[in-house]
């Protein structure tokens, strides 16, 4: 078919036409979907579900003996710890067991830097005024918020299929002011990118007019594949190790939870780290609380005692989300390929897809959307300060809602996307 | 029996002999007994054993129906705000239910403080040079901890019988410096007393010089009572209904947790407070997290459904706890009454036991503990920066440790407490 920009005027207002009665047909059908947020559906939760079923049999004990109701043990039992470690492919040695949100963790760690600083800062960060963090774009809004929260001015920098745009990100770290940098490495939120072994060696040895510059490497997703096929499957190098490589070893905090492999409000998550920034973390930690959930970390190494159990459970996970994300690809390429109304990148793990509509236009689309009764996250979302520049991203989440109401969600979405390239056409 | 104060030097030197023969015997028996920690016993644990058992079966709703193991509802579910108001007598409007570790939400509350200020704060906490707060002694070695940490210079305020003595506080409270207050007004630890209504009172009543001053209110022990009878349990006023009444409702905030109802390191916590103090609170804690354990509250509301239930579930506890606690009073009545080696106050409720030893002896008394193999809180503990003026409180921790253990670490400890004072007043 011809694209959009290569129709005259008339073409376009009878592809508008068309448009229009389609959007007619959807609003007579009074839909109410929700494609917003990156929920596990019940059906993944329901793998979880007896997690909890023998404790209480086996006398909720840890490997090394010691009683999780009770208090002790305040940085996580060993054998969770070993599974992180092996999920992050780095070292048991420095990592703290957390309660279920990994962006806690996220946010307590910043809080630490604002209050009382790093152990290499010549100052806490809330006495850096003009204070900065790089963010690549699109990202994640709620790693954007605990930044701009604190104080710091956010800078997007542009995401590529291999990672950040490291030739900016090179030049901006030359400002003293930069202190940080959020990643989503493996499957980024939203585009689903992985980050090149190559780009992973530039962040690990750039050098940062910052001393007390620090990588917030989220490994949201660094099981979360889509196919088994291990040659389809993201695959990080060790940041950690590469930090310490570099000579920059105190460079990166990493964060994982399990989220999104057992109970997105019940799970656990961890905090991996150089030997100096553990020990500032953990002592300041251990003032602020006597420990995470130590029962709730036995239930999680009961479920998914060591890596292979994990993997053949993210396996299950994969075969539950997998047809969820081929429908919405299937459906947006049927509808939108050739058509230069958008574009978008098929990933390979994480739990979103990313469209970039025709520049000037995703608010509006969501908008129209709405309308319609199909909820989409706000155009914009995935920039800092909610603003996409171009507004052109669009994330989509497609792991909550059944098929049948991703085939309908999806198609409601590239008409309006279709509808709104349409008319910007014919307004230019 | 004669008081050691009145006893000769000879009279003192034959009791001191019978004493050091009473530490051979002892030493002897190669004790290894610890009376250090408030925690619950296995069998008060094992009350809360069958938590989880049933979650998979009934599908982990909520009562309105919305799924625990997935996000949302991040402020927690109403029928747990509704248990933990009714725990804190006040009401459900303004509660934020926390993960396992109330301590974790007042350093949280804390550190907004430091970095955002409170809403009606000059400017946040971190900025104000100088910045002081008020501790009643003994206390709680935790919470000195927290504000030590956030560089606040801690001021000990004596703790009486009823509360701390207010005609020092509402002197102390005239310095704008003063930004807040630690309390643990039921049961406080060590002592074990109970806040007057009277003394509430002038807390909520009292002028600040600081706007933003606050009282940390950790209702650590609000419904650990050690008797049955109503007539011998501690009951105190709703602070947040006083504040409000006195024209300062932003004053406080109250804190309790489950930690010593079910499981130590498993439970659930809560912070209530006033709309202005929540709002902000909730809006901060929103940037910071996705929400506590919801699954571990329902857990939680199904063993503990209201607050007869509750009431059921202490009662039993403190049939646990009760015989622990007579047993050490005994043994401390049939050693040191009539000495004048120490003095103690009877709890009825609450997790220790504060004994006073002759000043200077303290340490003394907890070092030959520790040398016999009983393990003692480290003297000094329960006082700001571990500095006790006088050397002579000592926690004493009867919970965890079984009748037998307490029978004799008791006994030890009473003989050291003897010994301390007798070597104490030879040397004068």
Same mark, same amino acid.
């Given at each position: 078919m011809k694209s959009y920009k290569e129709m005259s005027k008339e073409e376009l207002q009878a592809e508008r036409e068309v448009l229009l009665k389609r959007v007619e047909e959807f609003r007579a059908m009074n839909l109410s979907l929700n494609m917003t947020r990156g929920k596990p559906a019940p059906d993944q939760l329901d793998m979880s579900n007896h997690m909890y079923d023998n404790l209480s049999d086996t006398g909720f004990k840890s490997e090394d003996g010691s009683d999780t109701r009770n208090y002790g043990v305040p940085t996580g039992l060993p054998e969770v710890k070993r599974l992180f470690a092996d999920i992050l492919r780095t070292s048991a040695d420095h990592i703290y067991i957390g309660n279920g949100s990994s962006l806690n963790l996220m946010f307590d760690s910043i809080m630490r830097a604002m209050v009382f600083g790093e152990h290499d800062s010549p100052k806490p960060w809330s006495q850096v005024e003009g204070r900065k963090w =790089?963010? $690549?774009v699109p990202g994640y809004d709620r790693h954007f918020k605990v930044t701009e929260t604190c104080g710091f001015e956010l800078i997007p920098v542009p995401l590529k299929e291999d990672g950040p745009d490291m030739d900016i990100v090179e030049e901006l770290v030359k400002d003293p002011l930069v202190l940080g940098m959020w990643n989503v490495p493996c499957y980024t939120n939203p585009d689903g990118y992985v980050y090149s072994e190559e780009v992973c060696k530039r962040l690990a040895s750039m050098k940062t007019a910052a001393p007390d510059f620090r990588l917030y490497w989220d490994n949201a997703y660094c099981v979360h594949h889509l196919y088994n096929d291990e040659a389809k499957q993201g695959r990080l190098p060790d940041i950690l190790g590469l930090c310490e490589e570099a000579g920059n070893p105190s460079r990166v905090y990493e964060f994982a939870s399990t989220s999104k492999i057992t109970f997105a409000s019940a799970g656990i998550s961890c905090i991996a780290c150089n030997e100096e920034n553990y020990k500032r973390a953990v002592k300041l930690i251990g003032v602020q609380t006597i420990g995470a959930n130590k029962v709730n970390q036995l239930a999680h190494i009961r479920l998914i005692p060591d890596i292979d159990a994990l993997k053949a459970h993210m396996s299950k996970h994969a075969d539950k989300i997998r047809p969820k994300f081929e429908l919405t690809l299937d459906i947006l390429d049927k509808e939108l390929t050739g058509t230069g109304a958008a574009t978008w990148h098929k990933p390979l793990g994480g739990y979103f897809i990313s469209v970039f509509t025709v $520049?000037?236009? /995703?608010?509006?689309?969501?908008?129209?959307?709405?309308? =319609? &009764?199909? /909820?989409?996250? $706000? /155009? &914009?979302?995935t920039y800092p300060y909610g603003n996409d520049p171009d507004d052109s991203n669009i994330r989509v989440a497609p792991s909550f809602p059944t098929l049948e109401d991703i085939n309908k969600a999806v198609e409601v979405f590239s008409v309006c996307v279709k509808l709104s390239a349409v008319e910007k056409f014919l307004s230019i």
């Open positions: =790089l963010c $690549p $520049p000037g236009t /995703a608010k509006d689309v969501v908008a129209r959307c709405n309308e =319609l &009764g199909v /909820a989409f996250t $706000p /155009a &914009g979302a």
